[in-house]
Each structure stands twice: as structure tokens, then as C-alpha cells.
């Protein structure tokens, strides 16, 4: 059983940057490829950003990139998500991930692992 557990939420300003933590246990995460993903009220979940674990290869969805880094450091088993230049229409419940095998996926159906969310809200 692997288990995953979100921090780092909470309200910021637009521009403003905040930092969110996925602490895993249970497993090594030397072949699971990890991902974020984030749900807003009405909304469909939505791939956000996510990289194989054994490499340093990252993706991200066209709305986040350069300004989110997904990163991970494997002495800890934690991956993170630094969000800078926040908006508004980022305000959603984020969650990691973790998906078996190494190469990741955009499909939030494909990971097999799930945090519990983490809120993160974007004021105006």
C-alpha cells in the first residue's frame, strides 16, 4: 500500500507563491512516475504537472508552465510543487499522485495512488 499526504495549502494573493509538499510512504518510488492534479468546484479534474521518479524529466500543463516546478527529492520521498505568479482561476484542491511503472500520464484514470487534496485559494 503506498500512502500520499499533501501540505502546503492555503490563501495567497494573486502573484503571490506558495509551495506544496507530497510526502510518500509504503513503497520506493524509484519506478512510479508522480504527478499533481488539481479540481476546482464544478470543474473536472485537471492534469497540472508530473515526472517519472528515476529521472529528471517534468511536464506540465500549458496553464501552469513557467511558473509552477514540480521536484522531488528522493531522500526524503517527497515530491513538491512550487507555484509562483498565482491566479485566481489557480484557486482548486491540488493532489498528488502516483502512478506504477515510469512514464507518466496527463489522465488522471491512469495513477493508482492518490493524497487526500490540499486547498489552495488565489485571492484578486
Known amino acids: 500500500q503506498v500512502q500520499l499526504v499533501e501540505s502546503g495549502g492555503g490563501l495567497v494573493q494573486a502573484g503571490g507563491s506558495l509551495r506544496l509538499s507530497c510526502a510518500a510512504s509504503g513503497r520506493t518510488f524509484s519506478s512510479y512516475a508522480m504527478g499533481w492534479f488539481r479540481q476546482a468546484p464544478g470543474e473536472e479534474r485537471e492534469f497540472v504537472a508530473a515526472?517519472?521518479?528515476?529521472?529528471?524529466?517534468?511536464f506540465y500543463a500549458d496553464s501552469v508552465k513557467g511558473r509552477f516546478t514540480i521536484s522531488r527529492d528522493n531522500a526524503k520521498n517527497t515530491m513538491y510543487l512550487q507555484m509562483n505568479s498565482l491566479k485566481p482561476e489557480d484557486t482548486a484542491v491540488y493532489s498528488c499522485?502516483?502512478?506504477?511503472?515510469?512514464?507518466?500520464?496527463?489522465?488522471?484514470?491512469?495513477?493508482?495512488?492518490w493524497g487526500q487534496g490540499t486547498q489552495v485559494t488565489v485571492s484578486s
Open positions: 499522485a502516483a502512478r506504477r511503472g515510469n512514464s507518466y500520464s496527463r489522465e488522471w484514470v491512469r495513477y493508482d495512488y
Open positions: 515526472m517519472p521518479w528515476s529521472s529528471g524529466s517534468t
